[in-house]
């Protein structure tokens, strides 16, 4: 248990240190940012400290992190974290031998170069949630010469943050989220001046970083919806000239409270495969079939409440299902046992296609919001169309599940086989039309319009309705409390 809690940081209730925003950045729509800056910095040493929480993995191309010219951080087409230096005439790089596939995690990475070093291993440092990680796929880092120089921190190579272009056709840009990230020129620094080990759980967590930046350094908190490119280095640089970025791009999904998306491992495990993920993984379209979608956390008790909305010709279901036991690329979201979700047309579809109608009739389209509120300790789901719950139901009645649809097992007559203590995740069916999808906004961030902006009574996640009194947001503060 505590290799993995050491592995990938899922955020936690107190670490005494909160980071309440992130950026998310996505591929598709361009969006990066920039700085150009005269005079050279130190191009031998620097250390740089990010916070990412990918949302597409195993592309087809790279994903960038942080570039300047022919140098950058990035992950590989196969997942692998790569650091790349070019000095002018040699490429050298620090591949690690891991893959980063977990999308439902935040990670802290730290590169730290130093090539004035004697020892060729010690030149360059790369650390995974507070650990040195030296197993290399690719080590060539130790054919440099000491002293050698590489890009980052040259005037005639420009930062470029969430990208990489050094004058190609492709600028291969990073998708997911980055938060408190620190760039600092002319120090190597260990992981420690940016986090520690929570000594509660050995869960890596963030600190306040309290030294220099240098003179070319930077830190982006991404805490101006403003002008999210904002340096907030008292020596830093200057802000950042953002692309395609605006105020709606900041998020409150984060390391110290992290929150659901959905999951593109989910879908390929359980049979999918053609599902697109976008937009900080709240997007999903599909490309071939029929697809189904699920959620990256799951819970177990406690109530809980997301919102999602259809794209334009989309007939989507939303409701929850037993992970890996749903969800082929034929049993979709109540087509079995272990899964359940309304229908647009105002009916909860369960085993074996059973439904149940809503009374009166509520159908919903394109140009509805629809709610989802589970209470898990009484073993009902309730729908809302617009702010409105449907069958007339009363999310807060508890145990006599007022309008809401009961799936605990024998519940329904239908041999369902979800019983009392099962996981269960966030489950989605994608029908497959021209430009066919589904928005999903579990508080940390979404491209639906909000308007009203309501948070859950611990004041977690932004919503346009108001979740019901006791059902919250899911995030990882959350579910360490009632999860």
Known sequence: METLQRTANRGSVSTGYDIDNSLKLEDDNTEGMAKNFTGDGDRRTWTYSTWVKRTEITGSDAFHLFGASYSNIQFMTNDLLRVELYDGSNTRYADLNRVFRDTSAWYHIVVALDSTQSTAADRVKIYINGVQDTSFNNNTYT???????????SASANYQFGYYFAGGSNDRRFCGYVAETHYVNGTALTSDSFGEFDSDTG???????????????FYFKFDDSSNLGKDSASSGIGDFTLTNITAADQAVDTPTNNFCTLSPLNTENNGGGDVEYTEGATKAKTLAADEPASGSMAITKGKWYFECKALSN?????GWGVPNSWGTSTDNPGNDEYSFAVHPVGRVYYYGNSYIDFSPSVSFDT?????????AD???????????YMNSATPTSGATGTGGFNYLSGSTGANMKIVDGDFLVPAFRVNYYTNSGILLNFGGYTTITISSAASDANGYGVFEYAPPSGYYALCTKNLAEYG
């Open 378 to 388: 009484n073993g009902f789901c309730y729908w809302a169309k617009n702010g409105t």
């Open 367 to 375: 140009n509805d919001i629809i709610s989802v509120a589970i209470d």
């Open 143 to 153: 054919n440099m010469s000491q002293n050698d120089q590489f890009d980052f921190g």
């Open 314 to 318: 989309s007939e989507i279901m939303a």
């Open 203 to 217: 869960i890596w967590i963030p600190k306040a970083y309290s030294g220099s930046h240098g003179s070319k350094g």
